[in-house]
């Protein structure tokens, strides 16, 4: 069985960073394309950010170029880097699969102060 604990989140000020891991057990982060996701209050959870097999990226277009993903083969890790947070960056953020094959973990909650 597939597990994902994801951690990193916080509060933080408008403009500030944060790095959020996601560490798998069960399966290879390498095995499938991965993404990270969110949900804030009141919201459906969206996709944010994604990586394939190649190494290749894809991003919301709201977050393109404040944030980045990217995986580590040999711990089983795959990490979100935000940078230039803003208030609407606010919500629980979660790592799935891209086809969100894997039973949905905890998340991590990301608060962003004005």
């Known amino acids: 069985q597939v597990q994902l604990v994801e951690s990193g989140g916080g509060l933080v000020q408008a403009g500030g960073s944060l790095r959020l891991t996601c560490a798998v057990s069960?399966?290879?982060?390498?095995?499938?394309?991965m993404a990270w996701y969110r949900q804030a209050p009141g919201k459906q959870r969206e996709w944010i950010a994604r990586?394939?097999?190649?190494?290749?990226?894809s991003y919301l277009e709201s977050v393109k170029g404040r944030f980045t993903i990217s995986r580590d083969n040999a711990k089983n890790t795959v990490y979100l880097q935000m940078n230039g947070l803003k208030p609407e960056d606010t919500a629980v953020y979660y790592c799935?699969?891209?086809?969100?094959?894997?039973?949905w973990g905890q998340g991590t909650q990301v608060t962003v102060s004005s």
């Open positions: 799935n699969a891209v086809t969100g094959d894997y039973g």
């Open positions: 069960g399966s290879s982060v390498s095995s499938k394309p």
């Open positions: 990586i394939y097999y190649s190494g290749l990226t």
